[in-house]
């Protein structure tokens, strides 16, 4: 089992930047793709980035595509990421999730058994 636990969240005005982390106990993450969603009042969460277990791959949404960075670190057992140029649609709850699968990125929420509880961002216009 895994537990994540996400912060670096806040309020910011549109334009800044906010890193945020996601911090795993119960076990590592070896092997896992990590993934952050986000999920805004009323509306479906979506998929925003994800990295393999390696760190070498990864895939970001192209709503937040050369904006937002995703890594991680396994000697720390955590998952970061790093937003820039934050917009008001920005604004939402933002997940961590482990993915104890093949090692495959994949997009959909229902392919990572483990999440955080979240952190929220609002970016204020």
């Known amino acids: 089992q895994v537990q994540l636990v996400e912060s670096g969240g806040g309020l910011v005005q549109a334009g800044g930047s906010l890193r945020l982390s996601c911090a795993a106990s119960?076990?590592?993450?070896?092997?896992?793709?990590m993934g952050w969603f986000r999920q805004a009042p009323g509306k479906e969460r979506e998929f925003v980035a994800a990295?393999?277990?390696?760190?070498?791959?990864?895939v970001v949404a192209d709503s937040v595509k050369g904006r937002a960075t995703i890594s991680r670190d396994n000697a720390k057992n955590a998952v970061y990421l790093q937003m820039n140029s934050l917009k008001p649609e920005d604004t939402a709850v933002y997940y961590c999730?482990?993915?104890?699968?093949?090692?495959?990125?994949?997009?959909?929420?229902?392919?990572?058994?483990?999440w955080g509880r979240g952190t929220q961002v609002t970016v204020s216009s």
């Open positions: 999730a482990a993915d104890p699968g093949r090692g495959l990125i994949r997009l959909g929420p229902q392919s990572y058994d483990y």
């Open positions: 119960g076990r590592t993450l070896y092997n896992c793709v």
């Open positions: 990295v393999k277990w390696s760190g070498g791959s990864t």
